[in-house]
């Protein structure tokens, strides 16, 4: 079965998101690309000029396609990695997957991403530690009708943010920060008493339209957030 355009587009966002072609390497041509594909060039053209759209590759006369040096979606946001956190602190980082069940997405969810009733969501609860401390508890929601391969991913090695940003771009971010109290639940999880203030972010994010994930992120008491720009 020939490609899409949609699944040639995909594999390149893939090569490119996960470094095998990175900022500034020459794409094959047009015709290279569709015979590697088994499809025809004007499927190539049209995922190549969606991708040029989205600002992810630059396309020039005689000069070629290449992966932009800087792609609009790193240029807006970067998400940071748990792990590149603790280990800039000089800690030793470890990772837990707690839980994992696939469900229908809860009615909150649908409502905060605009799901349609009906729709699958992989719920996952994952703890990151520093030096043996509680240092990141993680409440995931992946909607599934926009990436289905999440329900089939090992996350038991690796963290759900590691493995997105490996798998999917983005196109839209919605970050909420806001200060809460720990309640019983969560203060098992971070080592910390009831009441204690934690710092909490809450994230979201879209690709093409399409809401993938909802992520609600808490930290123990003494936690400071550094962002670069």
Known sequence: MKATYKEVKSDILAKIVKGDWGPGHLVPNEVDLALAYGCARATVNRAMRELADDGIIERRRKAGTRVRMTPVRQARFDIPIVRDEVEEKGADYRYSLVSREVDLAPDWLRARLQLPAGGKALH???????????????????????????????FGMQGPTEWLLATIPFSKVEINLSAGLADQKLADYLA??????????????????????????????GYRLTTRY
Do not use: K, Q
């Not at 996952?124 to 999440?150: F, K, Q």
């Not at 009831?194 to 909802?214: I, K, M, N, Y």
């Open 192 to 221: 910390c008493s009831v009441g204690d203030p934690v710092f909490l972010a809450e994230r979201s994010t879209w690709w093409e339209g399409d809401a993938v994930t909802h992520v609600r992120l808490s930290y123990r008491p």
């Open 124 to 154: 996952l609860i994952c703890m990151h530690y520093a030096d043996g401390v509680p240092y990141e508890h993680e409440d995931r929601w992946i909607n599934l009708s926009a990436l289905p391969t999440a329900e089939a991913a090992d």
